[in-house]
C-alpha cells in the first residue's frame, strides 16, 4: 500500500505561484507513473500533470501547459507540481496521484493510489 501525502497548497493572488509537493512512503516509488490532478466544486476530477518513472517524459493538460512543471527526485520519493502565472481557474482540490506503471497516465481510473489532497485558492 502506497501513502501519499501532498503539501504546500494555500492562498495566492492571480499571476501568483505555488509549488505543491507529494511525498509517498515506497521505497520502490521509481517504478511508479505519477500524476497531479484537481477537482473543483461541482465538477469531475480532471487531470493536470503527469510523469515517468525517471522524470523523462511528461504531458500537461491544455489549460496548464506553459504555465505548470511536473518534476520528481526519485531519491527522495516526491514528486513536485510547480504552478506559475496562476489564475482564479486553477482554484481546486489538488490530489497526488500514483500508478503501478512506470509510464504516463491521464484518467482517473489508471491510477491505483491517491493522496487526500491540499486545497489551492486563486484570488483574482
Known amino acids: 500500500q502506497v501513502q501519499l501525502v501532498e503539501s504546500g497548497g494555500g492562498l495566492v493572488q492571480a499571476g501568483g505561484s505555488l509549488r505543491l509537493s507529494c511525498a509517498a512512503s515506497e521505497r520502490t516509488f521509481s517504478m511508479y507513473g505519477m500524476g497531479w490532478f484537481r477537482q473543483a466544486p461541482g465538477k469531475e476530477r480532471e487531470f493536470v500533470a503527469a510523469?515517468?518513472?525517471?522524470?523523462?517524459?511528461?504531458d500537461y493538460a491544455g489549460s496548464v501547459k506553459g504555465r505548470f512543471t511536473i518534476s520528481r527526485d526519485n531519491a527522495k520519493n516526491t514528486v513536485y507540481l510547480q504552478m506559475n502565472k496562476m489564475k482564479p481557474e486553477d482554484t481546486a482540490v489538488y490530489y497526488c496521484a500514483a500508478r503501478r506503471r512506470a509510464q504516463l497516465g491521464y484518467i482517473v481510473s489508471s491510477y491505483d493510489y491517491w493522496g487526500q489532497g491540499t486545497q489551492v485558492t486563486v484570488s483574482s
Open positions: 510523469i515517468n518513472w525517471s522524470g523523462s517524459n511528461t
